[in-house]
């Protein structure tokens, strides 16, 4: 056996043999390379190689072929040959085949000479034939999108935190929502602990930025007031302060209140566009109204693709399902990469192994398969096809997406690729189409009576 890559590349020289099915979604490919084509490739294998053979007699890279092949045996480059011819011969042998390739499991070489050619055997997974009979009419629930007052009121809210004033306070004592500025230092036992000491920090009283109790007992002191409190620190805490009893000595430096704006017209114009109260919460209402049903398509399409996959009937081969969860481990690296940091960082803060990541991703990544291929199915069986135009459009798409050429973007991406996808994204628009999606209310809360009769029918 000999050890080859099992990568492809185009070619034009090979001859297949016969295609047998071994198993389902495996297929055995017969291929016959021609001597002439082997030979052209020992020649190349030759020439790549001799600048590295050293004989006595002979200048490095200047020994020829025939003494090579005399001192270390006919079939020495050999191996070498074959990886420069096999890869092109076995895209050619898969394109004739018709087979949708998948992933190369094997390849057998059965013959290799000068005198003969090569004769091997290629073992490839492929596409699985899959059927969908139900994918029309498609049942899906979503929300009913309205604003309600309490959303309405929230976002100004929202509005009003953003555009608070800080103001001092000089003439009461701290209550509960003022930000005081204070000094602090905490001693367990007479003895001050690392990391509970500091200056001039502001604290929002009722935050709870702090231990239970702590903030409390700041609540009725005055600017500039020198004190002390109690606390005790909670069981979960760091093990060296975890149930101890701790004091802290308090300085405060300053009071200040957080100040709302008035809602009015004045603050409409302030934070928005629009000279009125009533148009920003139009536009408030409008905006929450857009999320909603943004998230209801989204809502909606997830509970039919999981039906889809539910509904895909054929086996799927272990490697696709492989190949995804590579795909998703591939954008995960680069996405992180984006912020400085390595997969395999990233695996060590979650405390995972990379396996263990594979294990937990596999089941979503058998789901991303199944929906593709019942998407593919449907954008089959209802001949949803891309157009040129589609194509251009789409091209012109990514160039503008990633700055580049649109020569550029087509050599990167084969137009066999694109309109795949394109079929695939018109199968999701006719499935969405085709759904019938009602809207869930919430069940209004029985009158007493009638809860008062339900409890009695209980007993």
Same mark, same amino acid.
């Given at each position: ?226 004190? =002390? ?5 909670? *069981?979960?805490? @760091?093990? !060296?302060?975890?149930? /101890? &009893?701790?004091?802290?000595? $308090? +300085? ?13 017209? =004045? ?5 928005? *566009?629009?000279? @009125?109260? !009533?148009?920003?919460? /139009? &536009?408030?209402?409008?905006? $929450? +109204? ?170």
């Amino acid at each position: 056996m000999y050890r080859i890559k099992l990568g492809l590349r185009s070619f034009k020289e090979m001859s297949l043999k016969s295609t047998n099915q071994k198993e389902t979604n495996v297929y055995e490919l017969e291929i016959a390379i021609d001597k002439d084509t082997f030979a052209a490739a020992v020649k190349k294998a030759y020439a790549k190689a001799k600048k590295k053979i050293a004989v006595p007699g002979f200048r490095k890279g200047k020994v020829p072929q025939s003494i090579i092949e005399k001192m270390y045996g006919e079939s020495f480059f050999y191996e070498d040959a074959l990886e420069i011819c096999y890869p092109d011969a076995a895209e050619d042998a898969i394109k004739e085949s018709g087979l949708e390739f998948i992933a190369t499991n094997n390849v057998d070489v059965k013959k290799m000479s000068i005198e003969d050619g090569v004769e091997l055997v290629l073992t490839i997974t492929v596409k699985p034939e899959v059927e969908i009979e139900e994918y029309k009419l498609l049942k899906a629930t979503q929300k009913k999108v309205e604003a309600t007052d309490e959303e309405i009121n929230a976002k100004i809210d929202e509005l009003r935190e953003r555009n608070a004033r800080i103001e001092a306070v000089t003439d009461r004592k701290v209550e509960n929502g003022d930000i005081v500025t204070i000094d602090f230092e905490g001693f367990v036992d007479g003895a001050a602990f690392p990391g509970g000491k500091g200056e001039e920090y502001d604290l929002t009283i009722g935050a709870g930025q702090f231990i239970p109790g702590f903030e409390e007992q700041i609540i009725g002191h005055e600017m500039n007031e020198e004190f =002390d409190i109690n606390v005790k620190f909670p *069981e979960e805490y @760091t093990p !060296d302060l975890s149930g /101890k &009893d701790a004091v802290f000595k $308090i +300085k405060i430096h300053e009071i200040k209140v957080k100040q709302l704006p008035e809602v009015d017209d =004045d603050f409409a114009q302030e934070v928005s *566009e629009f000279d @009125t109260v !009533d148009a920003l919460k /139009k &536009d408030i209402a409008k905006q $929450i +109204k857009e999320s909603k049903t943004n998230e209801n398509e989204s809502e909606i399409q997830r509970q039919l693709f999981d039906k889809l996959a539910e509904n895909l009937k054929g086996e799927i081969p272990a490697v696709m399902i492989d190949q995804e969860v590579d795909s998703e481990i591939r954008d995960i690296d680069y996405r992180l990469s984006m912020q400085g940091m390595k997969f395999e960082t990233y695996l060590k803060y979650t405390g995972m192994t990379l396996d263990a990541y594979r294990e937990q991703a596999r089941d979503n990544a058998e789901k991303s398969v199944k929906i593709r291929l019942a998407l593919e199915k449907i954008a089959q069986l209802e001949n949803l096809e891309a157009t040129e135009e589609d194509l251009n459009e789409l091209y012109d798409k990514y160039a503008k997406q990633y700055n580049m050429e649109i020569d550029a973007v087509k050599a990167a991406i084969p137009a066999e690729t694109v309109k795949k996808d394109i079929a695939v994204d018109k199968a999701i628009k006719f499935v969405r189409e085709n759904a019938k999606v009602t809207t869930s209310r919430k069940k209004k809360a029985a009158p007493k009576a009638e809860a008062a009769k339900e409890e009695e029918a209980a007993e």
